[in-house]
């Protein structure tokens, strides 16, 4: 006869870390369940999700945090071995956010037979911008988020808007695909300098961080033209003239783009988009992005 799997046992204080599946579909909830999908070395933007996950599912809901670094995700000469990898402080903050379980599966928990040879593909939107320069990330990313998403089977998942290529996948596999789960997206959470939240960011020596500054201050810059009612054109040159001369700062991609699809919007676009941009500073390689209304002046 087959014995139940055991509950395990909950912390006197913060969430219960569960490392298998088994463990996660026998601890008990009710009501909503939301999941916020990580690779740990939390921050306040992962924060910020948890807490805009605990308001979507109430205090009856439950709220998970993954915290797994996805090897499917990172190319050749990235950076998966130096990936920060910080779990007890990942639980410390997830309970100061109100997760009330924190979900760190091994490597081979997730990919039980090892790399999986049955991959969801992303298609010719992930083939632009960071797939272009990254080819094979977000047929990655695509892979883990839906296995996490059967792992955890939440009602609610949500991602940060500054990876804004990777949610419009998410929401689009998603919606293609028929998964039973609400795509929500939260926005980027900046320092007081304008410098987007990653975790990312600790690889910077202070005067690359310095120097990164000038990533925001261009997003920024263009949002502000955006808002006088400048086109595509109008608005992609202010963020350019910002960017130009910029030392320390190697640009990959700027791009005003679609939301729905990341293809680029033409000179007489109107309406949502947005202005994307990656670059390394230093031996760091850094993305942003800001969401503008196209033609519509404040």
């Known amino acids: 006869m ?4 055991p509950r395990p046992a909950a912390p006197q204080d913060g969430p ?3 490392h298998t599946a088994a463990g996660l579909r026998a601890w008990p909830h009710a009501g909503r369940r939301a999941v916020v999908m990580t690779m740990g ?4 933007g992962h924060a910020r999700l948890v ?4 308001e979507l599912v109430g205090p009856s809901g439950q709220v998970v945090v993954t915290v797994f670094v996805n090897p499917l995700q990172f190319g050749a000469g990235e950076d998966l071995d130096r990936y920060p990898r910080t779990l007890d402080a990942d639980v410390v903050k997830a309970a100061e956010a109100g997760a009330d379980v924190v979900f760190a599966p091994a490597v081979d928990e997730v990919y039980p037979g090892g790399e999986p040879l049955v991959r969801i593909g992303a298609g010719p939107m992930g083939e632009r911008l960071e797939g272009a320069h990254r080819p094979g990330h977000f047929d990655g990313v695509l892979t883990v988020v839906a ?4 792992l955890t089977e939440p009602d609610l998942a949500l991602y940060g808007e500054k990876d804004a ?3 419009a996948l998410i929401t689009r596999m998603a919606r293609d695909l028929d998964f039973p789960v609400e795509i929500v997206g939260v926005p980027t959470v900046r320092e007081p300098d304008g410098l987007a939240l990653s975790s990312r960011n600790v690889y910077l ?5 310095g120097r990164a500054l000038v990533l925001s201050r261009a997003l920024l810059t263009a949002a502000e033209r955006a808002e006088e009612g400048a086109g595509p054109a109008e608005v992609l040159d202010a963020a350019r003239r910002v960017l130009a001369g910029a030392s320390g700062v190697d640009l990959d991609y700027l791009a005003l783009v679609d939301p729905v699809d990341f293809a680029d919007v033409g000179g007489s676009h109107r309406g949502p988009a947005v202005l994307a941009l990656a670059a390394r500073v230093g031996t760091t390689r850094l993305i942003d992005n800001v969401r503008l209304d196209l033609g519509s002046p404040a």
């Open 2 to 5: 087959n014995q139940p799997t």
């Open 16 to 18: 219960a870390l569960l």
């Open 41 to 44: 070395a939390l921050h306040e």
């Open 51 to 54: 807490r805009r996950a605990r």
């Open 147 to 150: 296995k996490l998403l059967h």
């Open 165 to 167: 290529q990777q949610l």
């Open 205 to 209: 020596s202070d005067e690359e961080r």
